[in-house]
């Protein structure tokens, strides 16, 4: 059997335009031709295209294809195996974003978002969002960004308001807690950081002392989190994640 370019896109639903782009760069050429000229596909042709579309599909550029394909010790076994790990790969990542899509559904239902006049209110012009993509990359699968997403889901503008003034509140007697020369391990600033802490587990997510931890390094090293530390009073990132630290050892000793 051999099939005419325009039934092999219909077979495998692509356009023409790709089938000739394919046979112009050496990747699917077919294995006849018809007596005018025209491209005829036989069934290995095809078996080529359906590994070729697979590939494809899970993002590998058309070189690293025709390499894949053309490699002389390459084992058909080995195709299948590949291909079975890739899709096992993609199947567990499509599992997790299901299940943030059906957290952030069930985050929406808990809930009315504020709008955006009642956010420009709020935050002071500040994208609350401004930050939601990177943090969802970095902690999207984990199950305190989960937590944090029901809770925050069904904050009312007067809520947001009260974490803010109690954020200040706290900033207010840091500050004049390092004004005073408290050292980090002292009891005033571990008891500041565990308040910090606590402020967390109550509007957020389950802090642990580990986590906490984790948060104050970042405080340091993030230079965002750090000038937002910092804009309270000079070194309070730093001083805040020793504290932290030493809070947290105290905990867990």
Known sequence: MNYSVGQVAGFAGVTVRTLHHYDDIGLLVPSERSHAGHRRYSDTDLDRLQQILFYRQLGFPLDEVAALLDDPDAD??????????????????????????EHAMEARKMGLNLTPEEKFEVFGGKDPEQYAEEV????????EYA???????????????????????????????MSAQEPPSGEAAMALAEEHRQHICTWFYECS?????????????????????????????????????ANAARHTS
């Open 76 to 101: 058909p076994r080995a195709h299948l195996r590949r291909q079975h790990e890739l899709l096992t790969a993609r199947i567990e990542k499509l599992r997790k974003m299901a299940a943030a899509v």
């Open 136 to 143: 969802e990359e970095r902690w999207g699968g984990t199950d």
């Open 147 to 177: 937590e944090s997403q029901r809770r925050t889901a069904r904050y009312t503008k007067e809520d947001w308001k009260r974490i803010q003034a109690e954020a200040a509140d706290w900033g207010e007697r840091y500050g004049a807690l």
């Open 209 to 245: 002392y580990e986590i906490h931890r984790c948060l104050g390094e970042m405080y340091v090293s993030d230079e965002r989190f750090k000038a937002f530390y910092d804009a309270m009073r000079p070194g309070l990132a730093e001083h805040l994640r020793d504290a932290i630290a």
